[in-house]
């Protein structure tokens, strides 16, 4: 039998989107704190950063997510990336640390509506059959965006990282307009719709879990690693990327053969170990081991719930499973940074990566508890 077509030509055009996207927005979270260091900011308010970012994704996915299946994805896709566009180029003109965190705020603002807005016109151009292998590959975009983003980023410096983001933001634009887009069914603009979907919420709740540990990562790793005098920790995100561009296509066709846990059950066990290893480092080459397993396990999380999230919702209700997938996927991250700058004024950066393990553990609990009850509710479990 012949197989579904995978890369169209609007696929293709969306992948390499999310990958630009996607790097001129993970340029930021690694330089900014040390930028703010410099200004000032305590380990404590660092943490708040990335927290107060994350309130804002969080209240604005779910109306994005509402928008999108009501009246379509072109026109708040590109209004998502343009609000990037001019929101990066306001970090150039305020170097003050209370001014940077209201354009932080912002910043997550539109990163909401753009984001959820890629993930729906992605998800459009899926079929369920091969639809973790073809988020594999959407996602791996991002994901290697998100690993080599944190090195350029640290390498460049903040004046430079800005012109770097606006840059690729101005690709995405372009891109943006050279798509065709989805349009949505006429009932579907008539009927209340709720903002979030609740055959997303069990994904959104484990991925949350896992995502706390890079926020942890992301803000603190280039202060720890200093900490210990270690130089050149910006090829830790290298490796991460490295291990995640090997190993996420094979990780998409064994979910969608074998199931969710195929993806899950190695994460809950790569996870907190490379963080248990990562709070005893004393060496670059530990770090770069601890990045490489982090890189999989994170992964194949993704992999496993992004599409437990979508393949159950129907049709005309992607874009609120998006908004609900990466509600927990930013909530993570965004509640990781704000406990990890407190844990870390506590028990200090290597204590804090220790405590950081519990969490995929607590995810893999909630995946084991509901996984029976939800069996035969998914199509591929």
């Not at 169209?8 to 969306?14: D, G, Q, R």
Request: aromatic share 14%.
């Amino acid at each position: 039998m012949n197989k579904i077509k995978l890369w169209t030509w609007n696929f293709l055009i969306i992948t390499i989107i999310n990958f630009f996207m996607f790097f001129a927005f993970q340029l930021f979270p690694s330089a900014l704190p040390p930028y703010l260091k410099s200004l000032g900011a305590s380990d404590n308010l660092l943490g708040w950063l990335q927290g107060l970012m994350t309130v804002a994704i969080l209240f604005v996915r779910p109306f994005a997510g509402l928008v999108l299946d009501r009246y379509g994805r072109k026109g708040i896709f590109i209004a998502g990336i343009i609000g990037m566009f001019l929101v990066t180029l306001a970090y150039r003109f305020f170097p003050v640390v209370g001014i940077i965190f209201f354009i932080r705020f912002v910043h997550g603002i539109v990163w909401g509506i753009a984001n959820t807005a890629c993930s729906t016109v992605a998800t459009d151009n899926i079929e369920k059959s091969r639809f973790s292998e073809a988020m594999g590959y959407f996602s791996l975009a991002s994901s290697i965006a998100m690993a080599v983003a944190p090195a350029v980023a640290l390498s460049l410096g903040m004046q430079n990282n800005i012109l770097l983001a606006l840059g690729f933001l101005a690709i995405t634009i372009i891109l943006a307009f050279l798509m065709k887009y989805q349009k949505p069914q006429m009932e579907q603009t008539k009927k209340r719709m709720l903002p979030y979907a609740k055959e997303s919420i069990l994904p959104s709740a484990i991925m949350l879990l896992f995502t706390i540990t890079f926020g942890a990562i992301v803000t603190f790793i280039a202060l720890y690693a200093a900490q210990k005098s270690i130089k050149g920790i910006g090829i830790f995100f290298t490796v991460y990327a490295v291990a995640m561009l090997v190993t996420r296509p094979f990780l998409g066709k064994l979910i969608d053969s074998k199931g969710f846990s195929a993806g899950i059950w190695p994460s809950v066990i790569m996870v907190p170990a490379s963080l248990i290893l990562l709070s005893m480092s004393n060496n670059l080459a530990v770090f770069l081991i601890c990045g490489a397993i982090y890189g999989i396990g994170i992964g194949a999380a993704q992999a496993s719930l992004q599409t437990m999230a979508i393949v159950n919702t129907p049709k005309d209700r992607t874009g609120a499973a998006n908004a609900t997938f990466f509600t927990g996927f930013d909530g993570g991250i965004g509640m990781g940074a704000v406990l990890a700058g407190f844990i870390s004024t506590i028990l200090g950066y290597s204590g804090m990566f220790a405590i950081m393990a519990i969490f995929p553990i607590l995810a893999g609990i909630l995946y084991f508890v509901t996984s029976k009850r939800k069996q035969g509710q998914s199509t591929l479990s």
